[in-house]
């Protein structure tokens, strides 16, 4: 089965920690995305890679950290330096960046206290 | 920078009613997705549609790209309907909206 997948569903963690968002898609796609999520509201995009060993800042990067060292695999780290961590997190894949339909994982939520 | 935006915010329907979402949107853009977000967060695939008419089974959208807006209509809506729906016009990237949360009583 072709998709995306994101773990854990959820995450508990204590302030001041490091956490990291798994997210993994075997549908070939060369670009990948993470957002996040507040209550209420729609998608901000946190970072995207375009390929391998390449990524950009999105909207809302600061406090994060990602890598793309396969093709499949895009971590986000959200460190200790984000304010407000508490959120949904949704990861998505395209084809290519700029260009052809996203598809999201299923998204982890993350409680930071 | 780029807005966009939808309406209603909210919309409360009884079973069998037809509805529609309206994403108006700045600027031109390069295309443009429409999703349904279900009450567990997963965000599903409706239309990529930059411009014209689509259908798929009861739900259609329809983008005007020159009058920067689209449409998305619901007809004979379930209960199953219910959740937020999205849309997200793409310039370099894709940009949400806040979203319509529709709820389909029985």
């Known amino acids: 089965d072709g998709g995306i997948t994101q773990s854990p569903k959820y995450l508990f963690r204590k302030e001041g920690q490091n956490v990291t968002l798994s997210c993994e898609q075997n549908?070939?796609?060369?670009?990948m995305y993470w957002y996040r999520q507040d209550p209420g509201q729609g998608l901000r995009l946190i970072y995207y890679s375009q390929i391998v060993n390449d990524f950009q800042k999105g909207d809302i990067a600061e406090g994060y950290s990602v890598s793309r060292e396969k093709k499949e695999s895009f971590p986000l780290t959200v460190t200790s330096a984000q304010k407000n961590p508490t959120a949904f997190y949704l990861c998505?894949?395209?084809?290519?960046?700029?260009?052809?339909?996203?598809?999201f994982g299923p998204g982890t939520r993350l409680t930071v206290t | 920078g780029i807005q966009v935006e939808q309406s209603p915010p909210d919309l409360i329907l009884q079973e069998g009613a037809n509805s529609t979402l309206r994403c108006n949107f700045s600027d031109s853009v390069n295309n443009l997705q429409w999703f349904h977000q279900n009450p567990w967060g997963q965000l599903i695939n409706l239309f990529y549609i930059p411009s014209g008419t689509k259908q798929n089974g009861r739900l259609s959208a329809t983008t005007v790209a020159t009058e920067r807006y689209s449409l998305l209509y619901i007809s004979s809506s379930q209960t199953t309907d219910s959740g937020v729906y999205f849309c997200?016009?793409?310039?370099?990237?894709?940009?949400f909206g806040q979203g319509t949360r529709l709820t389909i009583n029985p």
């Open positions: 997200a016009p793409r310039w370099e990237k894709l940009v």
């Open positions: 549908l070939n796609h060369d670009a």
């Open positions: 998505a894949s395209s084809l290519i960046q700029g260009a052809g339909e996203q598809y």
